[in-house]
């Protein structure tokens, strides 16, 4: 089955000449879209040559397209991506909360942005962004879906009310962490199994366990 000539996962002169070939034929309104999804090709590599490219791409798509609202939350989040996967923890969080401040006045695409940003928050106790990161978290609760995000959310924020001395509130939602990541069933009637969790956080769970236990029985 051949490729979409967008969805290339490498980057060779031939690859690039016949992608921007194909992409000055297209449609200029779906051209900034091409370039995002070409570019989260890209990053799903790993690859630290292909992640320069995707940020080449996902700046031809601000620079270029500036009024394209519709992949602007989601180019904020895919930079985001990059510099996480490039160890650079700063610039990482700066777009995730680009990608959040943007949502906020264009929620037609949501992104995971404040999951990302907020995880990397309290993984990295960077105790100062709690009040931010929190805030970002408790904003998403009423729309959480899937266990595999109330599993991360919630465990997130049973850390960050046990740091804040609130321990009946945290431990309320590190059970509900752990009774989503056990849950067999997303609740959903047409895709009962959509966002189950598969693997559990090793990290998330040494904490998290660890408040429950002198509630146990």
């Known amino acids: 089955m051949a490729t979409d000539w967008y969805r ?19 449609r200029k309104d779906g051209r900034a879209q091409y370039l995002k999804v070409q570019a989260i090709e890209l990053v799903d590599t790993k690859k630290p040559k292909l992640l320069q490219v995707a940020k080449e791409l996902l700046s031809k ?3 270029e397209y500036p009024d394209d609202n519709f992949n602007k939350g989601s180019v904020y989040h895919t930079f985001g991506n990059i510099f996480q996967l490039e160890n650079n923890t700063e610039k ?13 006045t264009f929620p037609n695409v949501i992104t995971q942005s404040y999951l990302d940003y ?5 993984k990295n106790q960077f105790k100062d962004l709690y009040p931010v990161a929190e805030e970002m978290l408790e904003n998403k609760i009423s729309r959480l879906l899937f266990p595999n995000e109330k599993y991360i959310a ?3 924020l049973a850390i960050i009310n046990f740091y ?21 069933t997303s609740g ?17 769970d040494k904490v998290t366990k660890s408040f429950l236990k002198p509630y146990s029985k």
């Open 188 to 204: 959903l009637r047409y895709h009962k199994y959509l966002g189950i969790v598969s693997s559990r956080d090793s990290l998330l």
């Open 8 to 26: 290339r996962k490498s980057w060779s002169k031939t690859d690039e000449e016949e992608f921007f070939a194909k992409l000055s034929r297209a």
């Open 164 to 184: 804040n001395s609130k321990a009946e509130i945290g431990k309320k939602y590190a059970e509900m962490a752990n009774e989503n990541a056990n849950a067999e």
């Open 118 to 122: 907020a995880e990397i928050v309290v």
């Open 92 to 104: 990482a969080l700066e777009y995730f909360k680009k990608a959040v401040d943007f949502e906020k």
């Open 61 to 63: 798509v601000l620079n």
């Open 154 to 156: 919630f465990s997130l």
